[in-house]
């Protein structure tokens, strides 16, 4: 005998062909500018037609086109997040105030990683110009070139020019002429403030661990740790700047590779790392060869990643507004909050800074006048 063909269910021509409007509006009795209306849900309908349609539309499983949607500029707008990583701390947290804003607003949050490619990074942002994103948000540090610099203004130019916003969060304006939104935050003045600490309790001999040569984020830290040596006295020869890269490996083999060479009678007091990361790999080399922190060598670092507290002993470090960061760029974008006094409003140009503060643990230790 036969089988006989199970009848299609509600939905089953969705698996055959794609859905349209207009079978949606065969299938309610009504017209297709109907159907637009109800589901655009601002346009005044009946409640007999509206009915019909959302019935035709889940017996249909008829899902509305997004991206139809953008282009005509009704559907949910859309904030864009471009960074380097989403596994590290400070990017997820600076993707959680993000969402968490957008969400708030009725906006979607779409998240993009680019792993420190930067021409992979400056491609997404054209990428969200095609998307008609209303916001987009460049998280983080670069290394800045003329080539960089250029594209990343043109494509500011273009989203302005779309009614769009490139923010860039967490790093300056490479040129005064883009128009950005730039929220950030006082990252000189943070290690400018944790260098003065370890120069409060007796270190005369730090070493500054992590260099990026022309990166946005890290120059300002080297920045902060030469001026904080300058205002106490000490001049460039007192300067010990070591390691090259961010992140727990470049740490370790920075730290282990010096030490090796001084046979681990290291010359210095203390290291500012150059983020938490790097701590954690210098202090893991450092154990390696006997040395224990802060009885042998004080360790500061900077962000305030959740590893901080978890290391032994509990890091000192700078705290960066991770999340409040976030946030501040999807407001200020939406142009809910003033911008900073002074901003070059003439260029489109606008500039928020959030502060940083010191967030003191167990490991530095106050010298005698005799260990300097």
């Given at each position: 005998m036969a089988e006989t063909a199970p009848e299609p269910g509600p939905g089953a021509?969705?698996?055959?062909?794609?859905?349209?409007?207009?079978?949606?509006?065969?299938r309610a009795g009504v017209s297709v500018a109907t159907v637009s209306r109800v589901l655009a849900g601002n346009y005044p309908?009946?409640?007999?037609?509206?009915?019909?349609?959302?019935?035709?539309?889940?017996?249909l499983d008829y899902v509305i086109d997004g991206r139809a949607r953008a282009l005509a500029g009704t559907g949910p707008k859309t904030v864009a997040v471009i960074m380097m990583n989403v596994d590290s701390y400070f990017y997820a947290a600076v993707a959680q105030g993000v969402e968490q804003e957008a969400a708030a607003r009725g906006r979607l949050c779409m998240v993009c990683s680019h792993g420190g490619d930067e021409a992979r990074e400056l491609a997404l942002v054209q990428m969200m110009r095609e998307q008609r994103a209303e916001i987009v948000?460049?998280?983080?540090?670069a290394v800045e070139d003329e080539p960089?610099?250029?594209?990343?203004?043109?494509?500011?130019?273009?989203?302005?020019?779309?009614?769009?916003?490139?923010?860039?969060?967490?790093?300056?304006?490479?040129?005064?002429?883009?128009?950005?939104?730039?929220?950030?935050?006082?990252?000189?003045?943070?290690?400018?403030?944790?260098?003065?600490?370890?120069?409060?309790?007796?270190?005369?001999?730090?070493?500054?661990?992590?260099?990026m040569p022309g990166h946005s984020t890290v120059e300002p830290r080297v920045s902060g740790y030469r001026r904080a040596l300058a205002d106490h006295g000490l001049g460039p020869e007192?300067?010990?700047?070591?390691?090259?890269?961010?992140?727990?490996?470049?740490?370790?083999?920075?730290?282990?590779?010096?030490?090796?060479?001084?046979q681990g009678k290291p010359d210095f007091t203390a290291v500012f790392a150059g983020d938490d990361l790097v701590a954690a790999g210098a202090m893991a080399a450092m154990r390696e060869w006997g040395l224990r922190t802060p009885e042998d060598i004080s360790v500061v670092g900077y962000n305030n990643d959740?590893?901080?507290?978890?290391?032994?002993?509990?890091?000192?470090?700078v705290n960066i507004p991770s999340y409040e960061l976030g946030r501040a760029a999807v407001r200020l974008a939406l142009g809910e909050e003033?911008?900073?006094?002074?901003?070059?409003?003439?260029?489109?140009q606008t500039r928020h800074m959030l502060g940083t503060h010191i967030v003191l643990r167990e490991s530095v230790r106050r010298l005698g006048a005799d260990e300097r």
């Open positions: 021509q969705s698996a055959a062909r794609r859905v349209t409007i207009r079978d949606v509006a065969d309908t009946s409640a007999a037609a509206r009915a019909k349609v959302l019935r035709a539309v889940k017996d948000i460049l998280v983080g540090g960089y610099q250029a594209r990343l203004t043109e494509y500011a130019h273009g989203l302005a020019a779309a009614g769009s916003r490139l923010v860039l969060c967490g790093r300056p304006a490479p040129r005064p002429d883009m128009p950005v939104l730039v929220v950030e935050y006082d990252n000189e003045a943070g290690a400018y403030a944790v260098v003065s600490h370890l120069l409060s309790a007796g270190h005369r001999r730090i070493l500054y661990l992590g260099t007192h300067q010990r700047i070591a390691g090259v890269g961010l992140g727990r490996t470049h740490g370790y083999t920075s730290m282990r590779d010096l030490l090796a060479r001084c959740a590893v901080a507290q978890d290391l032994n002993p509990p890091l000192t470090t003033a911008t900073t006094p002074g901003a070059a409003r003439d260029t489109g």
